[in-house]
Structures are given as structure tokens and as C-alpha cells.
């Protein structure tokens, strides 16, 4: 009997290891479920990007319909999405941006904030600005209450605050007809129809 449950013991574990990995195989890694999804913007209290002494708390996605992007100049894919943001931001969406640099951390080195500033004016200029303005996620607490997992990733937030959709990478025309589209329509009675692609 003994020697049947030492058999059986690592049989079951192999197996229950092996489903784990086949579903894997199958699963989309930009889909899954937030855990902030239809709940209300977590409490924040940051600055501005470009004009610290402005502070912003979670009270400023109330009243307006808001794609909320979390990015940084040092995300190559966040360099690619600006373009698409910029012409959606043209077409009427209110876009804010959820900033943070990873070279402030002392893991990855020192930067000043004059250097971070200058960093995102050069690509901006450059790429586009579809940001109404960047709120500054200094030491990335706000992303990680959201279930941030890097950047890009962008959230759509409702009149009253409540998060409706989180996509985690770019936002390009394919993902926002089949992720935001109708979802923005619902809640703004606006089609945006995206841009060429």
C-alpha cells in the first residue's frame, strides 16, 4: 500500500503540472482579468509631470470619460502607440497619461526630474502628445494598486471613476475597435471610429 501511495503521490503532482502548463499554452498573456476591473480609480495623491506643484488626486476622472496610459520614454512599444493616441486624442478622446520612469528607481540609477522632463518633451515633439497631461507616478504605487503589470497599459475610465476596461500593451486601430470602441460609445454616445491603419 505504501509503495502504491509513493507512486501515486509525485503521478498526481506530474499531472496536475502538466494541465497547468497545457492551459498555459492557450492563454492569451494580454488577456486577463484586472482586479480593479468596474471599481473605482484607487486613491492617489500626484504630481504633474511638467508642473509638480500641481498634485492630482483620483477626483480628476470624474465627469469625463478618460483613457488613462501608463507609459515611460524608455518603453519602446509605449514610443510606437503614440502616434495612434495622438490622432484618437485628435478625434475628441480625453487621454491622460500615468507616467513613470524607471531610471528614478535606485535599481536601475539616478536621473533628475529636469532630465526626465526633457526625455518626454524629445519624444513627444517628435511622436506625438496625445496626453491632456501626465500625471507622475514617482515610485509606481498607483500602477501597482491598478494591477499594472509594465507599460504600455491603458485603462478606460467612466463619468463616475469606475474603471471599465484595462488592456494590457499597445492601443493601435485593431485593439480599439474590438477592446474600446464599444465601450467608449456606450458611455460617451461618441463613435470613434479610430484612424487609418
Partial sequence: ???????AIPLVFFLGLCVFLFQGLFSDPQARDAM??????????????MQPEVMY??????????????????C????????????L???????????????LDPDFGIKTLARVQQE??????????????NIFDVYRDTSLDLGVTGAPESLLIDQNGIIRVHHIGDVNHRVW?????????????????????
Fill in 57 to 74: 488626486t483620483q477626483d480628476v476622472f470624474d465627469g469625463k470619460v478618460t483613457l488613462l496610459n501608463v507609459w515611460g520614454v524608455w
Fill in 120 to 133: 518626454v518633451i524629445d519624444i513627444t515633439d517628435r511622436l506625438g502628445n496625445p496626453f491632456a497631461y
Fill in 36 to 49: 480593479t476591473l468596474d471599481r473605482p480609480m484607487p486613491e492617489f495623491t500626484l504630481p504633474d509631470l
Fill in 1 to 7: 500500500m505504501q509503495n502504491k501511495l509513493k507512486f
Fill in 76 to 87: 519602446v512599444t509605449c514610443q510606437v502607440e503614440l502616434p495612434y493616441l495622438t490622432a
Fill in 177 to 197: 475597435q474590438n477592446k474600446f470602441a464599444d465601450v467608449y460609445l456606450e458611455l460617451t454616445g461618441q463613435t470613434i471610429n479610430g484612424v487609418a491603419e
Fill in 89 to 103: 486624442s485628435e478625434q475628441g478622446v480625453h487621454i491622460v497619461g500615468l507616467y513613470y520612469d524607471q531610471d
